[in-house]
């Protein structure tokens, strides 16, 4: 059985109009064309589908039976071919990001608000959660892609480059560092640390380690999120180091940030996602939204190290 869309097309519009050259005209065909059209149909499915006279034509009881079906089927397929040319206008889709929880209240906000005020149909899901969990996530499938630090990775998750920042000292207003014209890494750990749980403290103590040896990093206090380091050194409790992406939460906590050296310790994030899939195409433009938005910040650029 041989049976074209063009053909099921040909029959839908006939039985609708009820006139070859009314259906030929609906369908940019001439009168012939569409005749052929029905034929072929005809002889393909083995059963006459329409009776003709000179005055009129009418369905056959089996075309009768046929015309519905046929029009709900061109029905589904018109609405699933629409479908896809929404999704390729980015008239609608989804995006869903897992990011970790200090760049999910602090850029992703903003870069997401920017995104949807150019497509407003596309729906963006952040999830946030420490980073261990980012490439677990990217991994399960549970979300497009993820956003974090730079991690090693199995085969089945590809890594991209986002940007490169190097580490930041935050410290309440008044505290003693504030009146240093340059801040190193040995005057911070000579006050009560803050720092992150995890590979945050491990990979910093390592750094730290490698560059000056008689320099050893030793937190007053491991927390989960970077929200709470923020609280406890917004009380005073100590100094904490973060990137340079969350200034906006930094101020809103009214407190300084100020640049480390000796040494400039810099961390690359990186955009992980599953290896040999397809985005769609609302992932794949939100994709390039995030990096021209990082881009147009300066943050993937070589910084020059302060003297």
């Known amino acids: 059985m041989n049976v074209s869309l063009r053909q099921l097309r040909a029959l839908v519009a006939l039985a609708r109009t009820g006139s070859f050259t009314q259906a030929a005209g609906s369908l940019h065909i001439t009168q012939s064309a569409l005749s052929g059209l029905i034929k072929e149909l005809e002889l393909g499915l083995g059963v006459r589908l329409v009776d003709r006279n000179t005055r ?146 491990e990979r910093l103590a390592l750094d730290l380690h490698v560059a000056l040896q008689k320099l050893t990093l030793q937190p007053s206090n491991e927390v989960a999120f970077m929200t709470t380091a923020l609280s406890m050194v917004s009380a005073r409790l100590g100094i904490t180091a973060c990137l340079p992406y969350a200034t906006s939460l930094v101020r809103l906590y009214q407190l300084q940030m100020r640049p480390l050296h000796e040494p400039e310790l810099r961390r690359t994030f990186q955009v992980y996602v599953r290896s040999n899939t397809s985005p769609s195409p609302a992932v794949e433009k939100f994709m390039e939204f995030l990096f021209a938005y990082v881009a147009s910040h300066g943050w993937n650029a070589p910084q020059k190290q302060a003297d």
């Open 56 to 201: 009129s034509i009418s369905l056959t009881e089996v075309g009768r039976s046929f015309v519905p079906l046929v029009e709900k089927t061109l029905q589904d397929l018109d609405g699933a071919l629409a479908s896809i040319d929404d999704l390729k206008a980015l008239r609608k889709g989804m995006v869903r990001i897992a990011a970790p929880q200090l760049m999910a209240c602090t850029l992703l906000p903003d870069v997401i608000a920017a995104y949807r005020a150019e497509h407003p149909g596309v729906q963006v899901r952040l999830t946030d959660c420490a980073v261990e969990n980012v490439l677990m996530r990217v991994a399960a499938g549970e979300v497009d892609f993820g956003i974090g630090p730079e991690r090693a990775t199995s085969a089945d998750i590809t890594a991209q480059p986002l940007f490169e920042m190097p580490f930041m000292v935050v410290f309440p207003q008044g505290h003693a560092l504030e009146a240093l014209p340059r801040i190193c890494w040995s005057d911070v750990v000579q006050h009560p640390f803050i720092a992150l749980q995890g590979q945050f403290t």
